[in-house]
């Protein structure tokens, strides 16, 4: 599951209570992304972190899903950082980005592209060229 920084709860806990003022009633999480300018889904998501712990309720209706404010106060047990697990998501992606560039650029610097792409023209030729001597089954029979 995501893990909601401390700033990330209260921010969404303001943007509740911002919203509820303005409209007189429990916003959407369409809505708290709009305000917040946030993708809709990473709302969605960080809303049923905090519903989990009970920071905030999301209440379903027959026509939408409106999120109110729950205990708040458990907003303050949350981490100040994303922590080391991203950082070291963080650095793993850039390994590996690192490894594929180089890979591309040996690619390139050796030919090998250009022999690929040679072969693979060469092998186009020659299955067009079977395709152009073949005569055409005739539909009506007799040839």
Same mark, same amino acid.
Do not use: C
């Given at each position: 599951?995501?893990?909601?920084?401390r700033?990330?709860?209260?921010?969404?806990?303001a943007?509740v209570?911002?919203?509820?003022?303005?409209?007189?009633?429990?916003?959407?999480?369409?809505?708290?992304?709009?305000?917040?300018?946030?993708?809709?889904?990473?709302?969605?998501?960080?809303?049923?972190?905090l519903?989990?712990i009970?920071?905030?309720?999301?209440?379903?209706?027959?026509?939408?899903?409106?999120?109110?404010?729950?205990?708040?106060?458990?907003? %303050?047990?949350?981490p100040?950082?994303?922590g080391?697990?991203?950082?070291? %998501?963080?650095?793993?992606? %850039?390994?590996r980005?690192?490894?594929?560039?180089?890979?591309?650029?040996?690619?390139?610097?050796?030919?090998?592209?250009?022999?690929?792409?040679?072969?693979k023209?060469?092998e186009?030729?020659?299955?067009l060229?079977?395709?152009?001597?073949?005569?055409?089954?005739?539909?009506?029979?007799? %040839?």
């Amino acid at each position: 599951m995501s893990v909601v920084t401390r700033n990330e709860g209260h921010l969404l806990a303001a943007g509740v209570r911002v919203l509820s003022h303005l409209h007189g009633r429990s916003p959407t999480p369409e809505e708290l992304a709009e305000l917040l300018q946030l993708s809709a889904g990473a709302v969605r998501l960080q809303v049923a972190h905090l519903a989990e712990i009970g920071a905030l309720v999301q209440v379903t209706s027959a026509f939408e899903n409106h999120v109110e404010l729950g205990d708040v106060a458990l907003l %303050d047990g949350l981490p100040d950082t994303d922590g080391p697990a991203i950082s070291e %998501d963080l650095k793993a992606f %850039d390994r590996r980005k690192q490894e594929e560039t180089e890979k591309m650029s040996r690619l390139f610097e050796s030919g090998e592209m250009e022999q690929r792409r040679r072969r693979k023209m060469e092998e186009m030729e020659r299955g067009l060229g079977s395709f152009k001597k073949k005569k055409p089954r005739n539909p009506f029979g007799g %040839d």
